[in-house]
Each structure stands twice: as C-alpha cells, then as structure tokens.
C-alpha cells in the first residue's frame, strides 16, 4: 500500500486491512489507534507534543464535530507520514523526516509538499490556530529552533 493510499484510508476512517505474512491464509485486521492519538510512537521525540495536537484538532470547532474530527484524520495521516512537530522561529511547525527508502517516513520534500498541498493545505487556518493553542500548552524553546 502506498503511502497516499494510507493516508487517504486513515483520513477517512476506513478500516485498513492487511496481511500480516503472504505465506499466511489468514488475513489479519490492522484496527489504527483512535485519530486523536500519535500513530507514531516510534517518532517518540515528539510524540507526546502529536497527542496534544491531535486531542487539540478533534475537539477543534465544538459545534461541528465531524469537520474537527477530519481534521484530526487528515494530520493523523501527515503524522503517519513521518511528519514532526518542530520548533520554528515564533512557535511549533510541521516538518516531514525524510527516508530515501520511504519506509519510516516521507521519501523526498517533494513527496510531503505533495500531500500536505493535496490533504492539508484547506486546513491551513486551523492548523495555525491548532499549533498555537499547542504552544499555549507546551511552550516551544526558542534555542533549541536553531534560530
């Protein structure tokens, strides 16, 4: 499965079945961690600042739960992607790791400019309001931005 299709899959809630071996018969069934949880933990560098985040987005407008909810989905598939939370010069950004391989995260800038154009970018104003309610939460260290 590419890495689109499981973002795609995640970010509207189909349940994502895999095999676990082909030598296998028996297919097994993937169930992902609720969207508002990191479903990264092996990126544990940041992950307790993706639960925040996530927990933040799935709550985000309390009068339409099933907009915040697809906001959730669609960082919860940035975050699938090997996307971290970094600190930027003023506050918390999105930056994607980079594995040639593609195996453990984006394979190319080009691939995360890709998918955060076509998945994130009409959330962009609440992802900005998202990340700032972060940094309410858990002040970014200005030092540690490189700035």
Partial sequence: MSLEQLIFQYSTGEQLELKADKTEEKEQTYTPPPIYEDPRPDLAEDSHLWNELLRIAHTFHPLDAEKSAEFCAVL???????TRIRAGKSGWVLRPD???????AWSSQAEYDEMKEKYLARWLDWLRIALKRLNEKHPFNHLSSGT
């Fill in 98 to 104: 980079i594995d040639p391989t593609g195996r453990v």
């Fill in 76 to 82: 919860n598939g940035m975050r699938c992607g090997g």
